[in-house]
């Protein structure tokens, strides 16, 4: 059910509806939209009496929902959720893209201080690096974790990069709420329903990964798992999924991205690295990906790639990066978007008018 409040409803009002369906024991959730708020209701297990609410000052009408996602729908809110981030210009989902770049995993403050250089030098303004990598053998590096989150937390601290950073369970999840901007779900966890719903809870945007073989609607649901919970802030990415297709480590599913933009208000980015896995892939995936109207990408970049921890192949050098750059800050414009100004351009911008005032 969702209750569609008139254009001019007062805040009060908005406020008495949700009441109202707290007390019939249900969940409300409010969603301000540019025209109009409109309030999904969840936790029923049969559909709501309408007839009260109908009545209720404000109320323009009240809809059932025949999809079985509600707060991802654009029917719940027609225009796109804009990500906004405290003390930074950062967002995730408005007419500017946001780049996110750094290695897989985070080896040691050197490595991660080099990367994080480079990436907001060429103009990105998130950093992304596992503390807590998910991988398919045990034997294999499973990231530094808290003393990786502490890493990140200090690059952001040097670069003003926003961090973006995995969890794979409960207790992990608890850190990265904690230290980072950004709390990611890999795609192996997409629909781990009991960590889908701890995302849920916590305070910072969740940057959800589609799983290896996730149809859209299961992807809109994990989101909806998220939402259900009260946290609004979810990014939806694009990372490939396993085909027949041997000449590449995912196949990319570029139309996804208009498909989910069909459907949801919810931003969605994409990942050229995974759902590549092949260095000299990843730039043209970059390009299409932002021409496709992806509203952002991640990207693995290493300094010595060769020496990697994990995911070295699909790692882009920082030269590499850089041009990456270029080229989709063109696409971007063609397409009336633009890529905003770095976090350390931004940095160097504001030391400079410092230093001249
Ligand atoms: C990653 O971002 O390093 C990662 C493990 O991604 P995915 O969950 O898409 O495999
Ligand atoms: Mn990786």
Same mark, same amino acid.
């Given at each position: 059910m969702l209750v569609v409040m008139q254009a001019q409803a007062t805040e009060e009002q908005v406020r008495a509806v949700c009441q109202k369906i707290e007390a019939l024991g249900y969940r409300a959730h409010s969603m301000p939209g540019a025209q109009r708020t409109a309030i999904g209701i969840t936790g029923? /297990?049969? =559909? !709501? =009496?309408s007839g009260s609410l109908e009545e209720m000052p404000g109320v323009q009408e009240v809809i059932r929902v025949? /999809?079985?996602? /509600?707060? !991802?729908s654009r029917d719940t809110k027609p225009d796109n959720t804009v990500i906004k981030f405290p003390n930074s210009s950062a967002s995730i989902g408005g007419p500017g893209l946001a780049i996110i770049a750094g290695p897989?995993?985070? =080896?040691s403050r050197d490595q991660a201080f080099t990367i994080a250089e480079r990436v907001a030098r060429a103009g990105a303004q998130f950093f992304r690096g596992g503390a807590y990598k998910p991988r398919?053998?045990?034997?294999s590096f499973q990231g530094l974790g808290e003393e990786g989150l502490k890493i990140m937390a200090e690059v952001r601290d040097r670069f003003g990069l926003l961090i973006v950073t995995e969890a794979v369970d409960y207790e992990s999840l608890e850190l990265v709420d904690q230290y980072a901007d950004v709390i990611q779900i890999g795609a192996r966890n997409m629909q781990n329903f009991s960590l889908l719903k701890r995302a849920g809870r916590a305070r910072k945007p969740v940057l959800l990964k589609r799983g290896i073989s996730a149809m859209l609607e299961e992807f809109l649901m994990a989101a909806e798992y998220i939402m259900s919970e009260g946290n609004y802030n979810v990014v939806l990415c694009e990372r490939g999924v396993r085909t027949f297709a041997d000449h590449t480590r995912n196949t990319l599913d570029l139309s996804i991205v208009p498909a989910v933009q069909r459907l949801s208000h919810l931003p969605i980015i994409v990942d050229p690295s995974h759902g590549t896995g092949k260095r000299n892939k990843v730039t043209p995936l970059s390009r299409a990906a932002v021409a496709v109207g992806a509203d952002g990408l991640i990207v693995e970049v290493h300094h010595d790639p060769d020496r990697a921890l994990s995911d070295g192949m699909q790692s882009l050098y920082p030269d590499q990066f850089d041009a990456l750059m270029v080229q989709v800050r063109q696409i971007a414009a063609v397409l009336g978007r633009s890529i905003p100004k770095g976090a350390e351009a931004a940095t160097l911008a504001t030391t400079s008018t410092q230093s001249t005032s």
């Open positions: 029923n /297990k049969a =559909e !709501v =009496e025949t /999809k079985p996602y /509600k707060l !991802v897989c995993g985070i =080896e398919t053998s045990p034997y």
